[in-house]
């Protein structure tokens, strides 16, 4: 089992920034490729952006390219997601996602260990 723990959501401006944790426990924490997705009210889940399992490649959303990026921290067991020039339709709840499976992967199905979520709020 994997236990992922997301921090350091909240409420924000509109063009202003936000970084998110998510910590990760119970397995070799290189040997996980992780993602985060988020869910706006009232509609689905969404990839969001993923990093493999080595650190070395990511895939992102076209909507958040250029302004998130995703980077893994592997003596704090921790992977990141620096949000910068945050908009309005950013607002979500932000799901943290671990795989062992080796790659880097934009399905949600393709991760089998999710964290409870942090709420991320950008006011205009």
């Known amino acids: 089992q994997v236990q992922l723990v997301e921090s350091g959501g909240g409420l924000v401006q509109a063009g202003g920034s936000l970084r998110l944790s998510c910590a990760a426990s119970?397995?070799?924490?290189?040997?996980?490729?992780m993602g985060w997705f988020r869910q706006a009210p009232g509609k689905e889940r969404r990839f969001v952006v993923a990093i493999s399992n080595g650190g070395i490649s990511t895939s992102y959303a076209d909507s958040v390219r250029d302004r998130f990026t995703i980077s893994k921290d592997s003596a704090k067991n921790t992977v990141y997601l620096q949000m910068n020039s945050l908009k309005p339709e950013d607002t979500a709840v932000y799901y943290c996602?671990?795989?062992?499976?080796?790659?880097?992967?934009?399905?949600?199905?393709?991760?089998?260990?999710w964290g409870q979520g942090t709420q991320v709020t950008v006011s205009s």
């Open positions: 119970g397995r070799t924490f290189s040997s996980l490729a």
């Open positions: 996602a671990a795989t062992q499976r080796p790659g880097s992967f934009t399905e949600g199905y393709d991760y089998n260990f």
